[in-house]
């Protein structure tokens, strides 16, 4: 069984920053797109970022450019997500996802996505 397990989530003040961690656990996600969404209260769920199997291709919403990295260690089978300039807007449950059938192509909907963390949740105060 696939276990995602986010963490690093807190408060923050604007203009801060957060690391944010998901461990993979059960199967191995090393070869796989992994990315990261989030959700605000009464919003969709929406994309932030994702990275391919090999690190190499990486896809950011326009929303968080510049600010926010996306990177991973296939070792330790864990992703991150180094999240600068932090804005209250950015205020949502971060949450992880794996697609067990992609390697490179990082799709941008949830619904491609077929393994979840449980959320984590960062708040920006302004």
């Known amino acids: 069984q696939v276990q995602l397990v986010e963490s690093g989530g807190g408060l923050v003040q604007a203009g801060g920053s957060l690391r944010l961690s998901c461990a993979a656990s059960?199967?191995?996600?090393?070869?796989?797109?992994m990315s990261w969404f989030r959700q605000a209260p009464g919003k969709e769920r929406e994309f932030v970022s994702g990275i391919s199997g090999s690190g190499g291709i990486t896809n950011y919403a326009d929303s968080v450019k510049g600010r926010f990295t996306i990177s991973r260690d296939g070792a330790k089978n864990t992703m991150y997500l180094q999240m600068n300039s932090l804005k209250p807007d950015d205020t949502a449950v971060y949450y992880c996802?794996?697609?067990?059938?992609?390697?490179?192509?990082?799709?941008?909907?949830?619904?491609?996505?077929?393994?979840w963390g449980q959320g984590t949740q960062v708040t920006v105060s302004s």
């Open positions: 996802a794996g697609d067990r059938n992609r390697y490179s192509a990082v799709a941008t909907t949830p619904g491609s996505y077929d393994s």
């Open positions: 059960g199967r191995t996600f090393s070869r796989n797109v």
